[in-house]
Nanobody, 125 residues
């Protein structure tokens, strides 16, 4: 059984940082794509970053230069380092997994089979 578990969310002031973790079990890191998505209240789910064993990583424009995705295959984990956080980053953050995908498609939630339960990130003074 595949399980993805997010952790690391919390309350942070604008300009602060958080590091989200996505721990995977029952999921092979030989051929994979792990994406980070977020959903703010009243909004749809938004793909923000993905790391793929085939093509590397990608980000949406609004987080480029602030967020960094990385993986530790030995620990079966993917991380999202979030710096210079803004109030508009407030959302529930989810990680999702599937086999490797082309980066041009990697932020489409419909491509992912496995999802974590989400972790809340709140950016507020």
């Amino acid at each position: 059984e595949v399980q993805l578990v997010e952790s690391g969310g919390g309350l942070v002031q604008p300009g602060g940082s958080l590091r989200l973790s996505c721990a995977a079990s029952g999921f092979t890191f030989d051929d994979y794509a792990i994406g980070w998505f977020r959903q703010a209240p009243g909004k749809g789910r938004e793909g923000i970053s993905c790391i793929s064993s085939r093509d590397g990583s990608t980000y949406i424009d609004s987080v480029k230069g602030r967020f960094t995705i990385s993986s530790d295959n030995g620990k079966s984990a993917v991380y999202l380092q979030m710096n210079s956080l803004k109030p508009e980053d407030t959302a529930v953050y989810y990680c999702a997994g599937w086999t490797s995908v082309a980066l041009a498609l990697a932020l489409d939630a419909r491509l992912y089979r496995y999802w974590g339960q989400g972790t809340q990130v709140t950016v507020s003074a």
